[in-house]
């Protein structure tokens, strides 16, 4: 009797744990065996794969923490907000990794397409800074009219066509802080695609500074290359926070080897900045250059 309390104990249980754990393990660069698929929290109904991780998803926590340890985040610092919370738009196809702060679960983001997705934390928060990595190994797609991310509270619609809803009437006044690199967890592809900008920090009115010199190129990673066109237009755009002597941060763009069609238009236009001086001591005006 006691033996085949064991075989069944192995045959019913352990052995269906054991076979999901080799899965998950021979095939952990896939991340798709240990993926779990739900309805999004997003800004359409498409479905895709997502996850939280914690500790108990071992496998997928260990990858997590190996692009973690190697990858410098996008950083965005929020003020208390309220229900939903921190959130943002995600136009971009690949696989990426949202920290809320908050010292809860990872989120993991499957995206299987360069629709437009909203993610938010799903309740009210206090003050905290979000982090977000990607596997850029699996970033396969950008949106060619679509910003690659965007946490502009209003309606992103470019070329006649839209890019999510508004987000979170709150992010424009809660967001004090833009940091980290950008350009690490959104870089050039291999092919040469650039990822797009379009308003992606626009309408912040608590943004009060740029980030560093580093936000678009660091430790030989980012955005390098031909740039594209429009790509950073409006990125900064109707800032209010920004004081009327903001400089532009050395280093800005300086792994690009040239600017495509009209590619920072309107990139500092606000109400407060007329006019950005960049590196070179060159002065452009914001809603030309």
């Not at 010199?213 to 755009?237: L, W």
Request: proline share 5%; with cysteine.
């Amino acid at each position: 009797m006691k033996n085949k309390r064991i075989f069944g104990l192995f045959n019913y249980v352990l052995k269906p744990l054991l076979t999901a754990l080799v899965l998950c393990v021979a095939t952990n660069n896939a991340f798709g065996t240990c993926d779990v698929t739900n309805a999004p929290q997003a800004a359409n109904s498409t479905s895709e794969g997502w996850m939280t991780i914690t500790t108990s998803n071992w496998v997928l926590y260990g990858i997590y923490t190996d692009i973690k340890n190697s990858q410098d985040p996008l950083e965005i610092t929020f003020g208390e907000t309220p229900a939903p919370g921190p959130s943002f738009i995600l136009n971009t196809q690949g696989v990426f990794f949202v920290d809320w702060g908050n010292g809860g679960p990872v989120l993991r983001i499957n995206k299987l397409d360069t629709q437009a997705y909203r993610y938010f934390l799903g309740a009210a928060s206090g003050a905290t800074t979000i982090k977000i990595y990607s596997n850029t190994s699996t970033i396969s797609a950008y949106s060619d009219h679509c910003p690659a991310i965007t946490f502009n509270p209003q309606k992103t619609n470019v070329k006649g066509q839209g890019c999510g809803g508004a987000i979170n009437a709150a992010v424009g006044s809660q967001i004090t802080g833009v940091g980290g690199c950008l350009g690490c967890v959104f870089p050039t592809l291999s092919s040469g695609a650039q990822p797009l900008f379009i308003g992606s920090f626009a309408n912040l009115s608590g943004l009060t500074s740029l980030p560093s010199g580093d936000f678009f190129y660091k430790n030989s990673k980012g955005i390098t290359g031909e740039a594209a066109d429009f790509q950073f237009a409006f990125m900064f755009h109707n800032d209010t926070g920004l004081s009327s002597n903001t400089t532009l941060p050395e280093g800005y763009f300086n792994s690009l080897t040239k600017a495509g069609n009209q590619t920072f238009y309107g990139m500092f236009s606000t109400s407060t900045v007329a006019d950005i001086t960049w590196p070179d001591g060159t002065i452009y005006c914001s809603t030309t250059k």
